[in-house]
């Protein structure tokens, strides 16, 4: 692919990284407006939530907290929270992350019987001292900050566990699709949220890159924002959202640095690799961008203030 060969052109002038300077910072800066972009065609139904908090003048953390929300709630999305597919035994858990434009962050993993792991995510941020509950102490402090228990599978859902038992199959389109969603609101606060239920039919007690701060999302308000979605364990080891980021600030566009990660995954796996896997990115300027593995059939969605795209990922 030519976009191969860029990106390993480019990689060689990184054996003297040009970082980007203070005043290529400020000129990022500049030009801040109302942004989103997430993953998957979930934007259809939660960008409009966020753009509706970024374009009254709202904070770009609370954008991102319910714009995916909504997915978590809707039944008919089996990769996210309510009606996502269990693990192996017939249970759902949910893993989800949050980061704000400070550079502060929550995340959750293993959570069971709460539907909103993103808000809970959040109160691990702002309510305590650390980054990460996991288990039965995420739920019991999710409880203690009045979330209440739910049951999160679905008859369709529990239906499809059976049918696994039977089959022990399922089409990975549907197995591992998260929402990761970026935004930058209008005073140029750069925010990200990440959550999912993760693979069907994982191994109790798995846990993919949603929650993993550095590798399902991460912001840094000065350069930008990236999050990602597809097989966690591969995003995991090559910590793939910190890595955009840090392109970004060597001077690639958000779409160069995504394909940037993907490149790195492939040379991981002799240039063979076949998962799907797939980031986006969001640059200081408003700039965005996005990879994937197997690009025929990721979708993500771009809104600005009166405008939202579904795009594809296209190959250079």
Known sequence: ???????????????????????????????????????????????????????????????????????????????????????????????????????????????????????????????????????????????????KEENLLTDKALQKWKDWKMEQSLRSEENHDTIAMLAQDKFGHISGACTTSGMAQKMPGRVGDSPIIGAGLYVDNKIGAAGATGVGEEIIKIAGSFLIVEFMRQGYSPEDACWAAIDRLHQRHGGKATFQTAFIALRKDGAVGSAAMNGDYFRYVVSYPGNMEIKSVTKK
């Not at 407006?33 to 939660?46: L, Q, Y």
């Not at 434009?101 to 069971?112: E, H, R, T």
């Not at 539907?115 to 996991?134: C, F, G, N, P, Y």
């Open 1 to 147: 692919m030519k976009r191969r060969k860029f990106i390993k052109t480019s990689a060689l002038a990184m054996a003297s990284p040009a970082i980007l300077s203070s005043d290529s910072i400020r000129d990022l800066q500049r030009n801040t407006k109302p942004v989103v972009i997430s993953t998957w065609r979930f934007g259809e139904k939660a960008n409009p939530v966020a753009m509706d908090i970024l374009e009254s003048g709202g904070y770009s953390l609370d954008a991102v907290e319910a714009g995916v929300k909504v997915i978590e709630a809707d039944p008919e999305i089996h990769s996210v929270g309510y009606g996502g597919y269990p693990d192996r035994d017939g249970n759902v858990t949910c893993d989800a992350s949050i980061m704000d434009d400070k550079g502060q962050a929550g995340s959750v993993a293993y959570l069971k019987n709460i539907k909103h792991a993103i808000s809970v995510a959040r109160k691990v941020m702002e309510e305590t001292d650390h980054v990460m509950l996991v288990g039965d102490g995420a739920l019991e402090f999710a409880k203690s900050q009045g979330f």
